[in-house]
């Protein structure tokens, strides 16, 4: 039978080495060409704790990186029992001969023990036992004693020969002792047809996407799972003429993004859970003083630091309704790598021209799984300024009609230097003028002109025509609803309820504030409508009842910090259809 994808773990103590070796894979299997789809599962830890490293293998783009482990690579005892429900009757399991593995009684799968450790130490030192496993995993795969020879030599040539040649009679070692077993070759999925596709994490997508629009600069402290963003940054921003600042705190960092708003340059910040609730009251005042600003929230475990490398979608409430009084945002969530490349351009424009906070919802699923994606896929959008006043005018200080009222909501802004017009930004209510004041008739006629902004947005035929993602027959009796994140396995269960004959739709939301009431009431009204989402509390399904009123929907929860796989949607939807 052909096999379509092949799905490869390898796992072990943090600081072993598992994802150097779990990134080695990933980068071969993309340069042979393959679709290719990761997951990291990894501990608040420097060092110790268990880890591991998910690789899937295709030969069509990937929605998952798999529920089923194909061949598992592991370096402790733990490592087999932590995933031993991913195995199958053809599974290997390649594990560390030192630590007397065996499989839990009952479980399938076939045990190859090797000595990693023994056998690194042979090739020139313990370090190399990621590479031993690596050659190992290449006698399974039918690679070559030689196959990655070149590899070394471009990978570890900057670290002297002698590393080169140590990592190639690593590889040897390990394929050696697994070749001499004689095990046939698993069978790889076809190859794909040649094309132009980057290996690309969510985070850096984000990071591609904000040079795309045109910002050159960076606010943030450090924080996964949003921390690669700030690094991949600080590798690119400098050679674009752009700079990126470590903030001593989130608070900080949302208020220099906010300052250089103020003065005309595209800057942003990302963060996640502690952080973006530290960020709250800089958002205020970014509503208040109508300043763009774009804020990525990167959800994990929470609350305060909970589960800090581990997924979940449990920051909705505050990413809508967080901070204090009323005040415009509007909220973009990607679906999938690609897509999150577009919702950081789609941020920098809403920013400007609704002159308001943007906050971009994604998780740590999309923000660090990796993904090969074509190039075709990264979709650039013109960029957008909004109303900007850059016209010299009289010098007449203090009378500047900056929070003019209009039909739309939104004034013309004019940016610090322009001659003639001096303008005044204040977190207080104001004027027009944006002189401070208390009384009644300023204070209803700017937050009623605040608010309606998000009446303008509601209606732009830009953020209306992307609020939605669909797929599956628009009659289905059963719509599965999701965001961000959990796009992957919802449309993949959706694909194999297909092929089973059991019509489905997915409605996916990539733009929830303006919440797209009337879309969405049209996709939901009269049917089955079950809730994808990593939390305990249903924060989705809750945000569903709100906006459209109807109580009659039925909820998919996961929060033990694992992300949903596919057979989970799946055996959810058979109960909701059970009923």
Sequence with gaps: MERRDLVWQVGGAQGEGIESAGALF???????GYYVASHRHFMSLIKGGHTHYQVRVGSRPLLTPGDRVDILVAFDQLSIEHDADKLHEGSLVLANAAKKPHLPEGSPGRLLPVDFLALAKQAGGAIMANTVALG????LLGWGEEALDEYFTSRF???????????????????????????????????????????????????????????????????????????WLAKWLPKVGGAVVQAEDEIAAVNYAIGANLAGQRAWT????????????????????????????????????????????????????????????????????ADAFWAIQAAFNAAEKYQCPVIVAADLNLALDVRNVDLEELRRIPVERGQLDLEPGAFAPHTYPRFQLTDTGVSPRVLPGVPGKTTA??????????????????????????????????????????????????????????????????????????????????VHLRVLRPFPT??????????????VEQNATGQLAGELRRQLGSDGFHSCLKFDGNPFTTAEVLASVREVLAR
């Design 518 to 531: 009337r879309a969405l009431a049209a996709e939901l009204e009269g049917k089955k409508v079950l809730v």
């Design 425 to 506: 930004a204040v977190g207080d209510e104001h004027t027009v003028e944006g002189h401070i004041t208390e009384d009644a008739e300023p204070r209803v006629a700017q937050m009623t002109k605040r608010l309606k902004k998000m009446e303008t947005a509601a209606a732009d035929p830009e953020l209306t025509r992307e609020a939605l993602w669909t797929s599956g027959p628009e009659d289905a009796d059963l719509v599965l609803v999701g965001f961000a994140g959990t796009y992957g396995p919802i449309e993949e269960a959706r694909q194999l309820l297909e092929a089973e004959g059991v019509p489905a739709r997915h």
């Design 157 to 231: 040539g900057r670290k002297g020969d002698e590393v080169v040649e140590q990592n190639r009679n690593a590889y040897r070692l390990g394929w050696e002792a697994v070749h001499k077993l004689g095990i046939p070759p698993l069978a790889m999925p076809e190859k794909p047809a040649p094309g132009r596709r980057v290996l690309l994490q969510g985070d850096e997508a984000m990071g591609w996407g904000s040079l795309e629009a045109g910002s050159r600069l960076f606010f943030a402290y450090p924080i996964t799972p949003a921390s690669e963003i700030l690094q």
């Design 270 to 337: 990302a963060t996640s859970g502690p952080g973006f609730s530290l960020m709250q009251e800089g958002i205020a005042i970014a509503a208040m003083t109508e300043t763009p600003v774009v804020i990525v929230d990167a959800q994990r475990g929470g609350p305060a630091t909970g589960l800090p490398t581990r997924p979940e979608q449990s920051d909705l409430n505050e990413i809508l309704y967080g901070s204090h009084g009323d005040q415009p945002r509007i909220v973009i969530s990607p679906a999938t790598t």
């Design 26 to 32: 990933l980068q071969i299997m993309h340069e042979e």
């Design 136 to 139: 190992a995993t290449g006698a």
